[in-house]
């Protein structure tokens, strides 16, 4: 099969105007393509389809479909470039055309841009069916042409990167376990000798007091974990590294604060922060980007037991700090909180956690955009111009005094796990007790429970988990590879 992109036409005469692969392959078959195009109705709109059999003995199929306006580039409203995002979203409709053929192999038109043509080709054909025995065909989509090879294995490996932490976040929580979370990650970077990954057991982080995140495990018969990942990509293997912090309960029912039962199931994907993070690590080896990584994924799960958390209990975080768990379905930020005490061991250049961590952040943004907590300028300046590249949007959210006074006023202990006010600013409440525990001076909070799933807003990428926004860390840290901030 064969993926061809189509301009709207700027003249608003109907007439075609295809991409340079497109104004070649009807070349090829001597006009016959515009011709049929212009028989077929009015001009085609974004991301809408014609398909054509019989046009090549070399591609029986052909799909053109409509990438919108030609020299679309960023959108300064959408805060995002419309002209990779029309590609992405055209590609993987193109994509699944064939596919519905059950023609195995497709070429793609790089439109202009090899990379994003890549992406939404290979975004857009991910599908999880694991444990079905009735499996859509697999398709393997390649590149039309060589012009631009490179670009396009690019784009292969930053879709595959989401892919990756799609699969890790749709699988049931039976079979991703925190160890099984833990395994399959040091099997992706097995081959990587600039890699070590350390699989840290129960004992070790009794032995780091890491008394918030162990309260959380103990409702569980299935052992923490502590994922622990260095890439060491640059040069000087002392350079100060990024260190990635993400939230890894594998499954959440609420504990004692049990989770209304419709839609629970949904949060075997509450580990989304810990699969994205490792799945930017695993991108950022395969890319051989040159700076040093480090990754730190507390991998429980969150269940009601006679051991479980009570609301009420006090616990004490790694830093000493004592916690009031006033709800046990606030266990995101209590695992965290350990998670970036640890964080600070590393002399980090900076420090970026992401997490499904509030309903708060879903009613706040939606799955537009990731909501963005920082203290640093400079970490949201490079976090915002990489999501205008990637389509996978940020969004800043304020971390004012407001908010820290709410959890700090605490009757038993230092710092509640809820804010005061109960649900008011809760996305906001969850972040100032997060910075209770950061003293780096370039940190951000990246709160993803909003982008966790998809229905259709992303239309290149099917119903289900989204494992966004792995491709906006990937791409943050190639900027900060290139970066001489210090």
Not at 422 to 428: I, T
Not at 460 to 481: D, H, N, Q
Request: charged share 20%; with cysteine.
């Amino acid at each position: 099969g064969l993926v061809l992109g189509v301009y709207s036409s700027e003249k608003g005469d109907g007439a075609a105007q295809f991409t340079s692969a497109g104004d070649a392959f009807d070349r090829l078959v001597s006009g016959k393509l515009r011709a049929l195009l212009s028989l077929c109705g009015p001009p085609l709109k974004k991301g809408k389809t014609r398909i054509f059999h019989g046009l090549h003995q070399d591609f029986p199929s052909v799909v053109v479909v409509g990438l919108g306006k030609k020299n679309a580039g960023i959108n300064e409203q959408e805060n995002w470039n419309e002209g990779k995002e029309n590609i992405r979203t055209a590609v993987a409709v193109g994509c699944r055309q064939i596919q519905d053929l059950e023609i195995p192999c497709v070429e793609v038109d790089p439109c202009g841009d090899a990379q994003a043509a890549a992406e939404g080709a290979v975004l857009g054909l991910h599908e999880y069916n694991e444990l079905k025995q009735k499996k859509k065909p697999v398709v393997t989509p390649q590149l039309h042409g060589s012009a631009e090879s490179q670009a396009w294995q690019k784009g292969v490996t930053y879709a595959e990167g989401q892919n990756l932490a799609r699969y890790l976040m749709e699988a049931p929580a039976n079979y991703i376990t925190p160890i099984k979370f833990a395994e399959h990650i040091e099997q992706k970077l097995r081959t990587f000798s600039n890699v070590k990954v350390h699989i840290r057991p129960e004992s070790w982080i009794t032995t780091q007091e890491m008394g918030a995140f162990l309260s959380v495990a103990k409702g569980s018969a299935e052992p923490p974990i502590f994922l622990e990942i260095h890439y060491l990509g640059s040069a000087n293997t002392d350079d100060s590294p990024l260190v990635f912090v993400g939230k890894g309960v594998t499954f959440d029912s609420g504990g004692i604060s049990l989770k209304p039962s419709s839609g629970m199931d949904a949060m075997r994907a509450d580990m989304g922060g810990a699969a994205t993070v490792c799945s930017a690590i695993v991108t950022a080896a395969t890319l051989n980007l040159p700076l040093n990584i480090i990754g730190l994924a507390p991998l429980c799960e969150n269940m009601p037991s006679g051991k479980a958390n009570k609301p009420g209990d006090v616990v004490r975080a790694k830093n000493g700090k004592t916690i009031q768990v006033d709800n046990t379905d606030a266990e995101g930020r209590l695992l965290l909180a350990d998670a970036l005490c640890y964080a600070h061991n590393f002399n980090a250049r900076a420090i970026v956690n992401a997490a499904t961590l509030t309903g708060a952040m879903d009613v706040a943004l939606g799955s537009a955009a990731t909501g963005v907590f920082t203290n640093s300028s400079w970490l949201w300046t490079h976090l915002y111009e990489a999501s205008i590249l990637t389509g996978d949007r940020v969004w800043r959210m304020p971390l004012f005094e407001h908010y820290t006074k709410q959890v700090t006023d605490c009757p038993l202990a230092d710092v509640s796990n809820i804010g005061k006010y109960s649900r008011a600013g809760g996305a906001c409440t969850a972040a100032a007790f997060l910075k209770e525990f950061v003293t780096a001076s370039h940190w951000a909070h990246l709160d993803i429970a909003g982008v966790m799933s998809n229905k259709d807003e992303v239309p290149y990428l099917r119903k289900g988990m989204a494992g966004r926004p792995t491709r906006t860390l990937v791409e943050f840290a190639a900027r900060l590879s290139q970066d001489t901030h210090s």
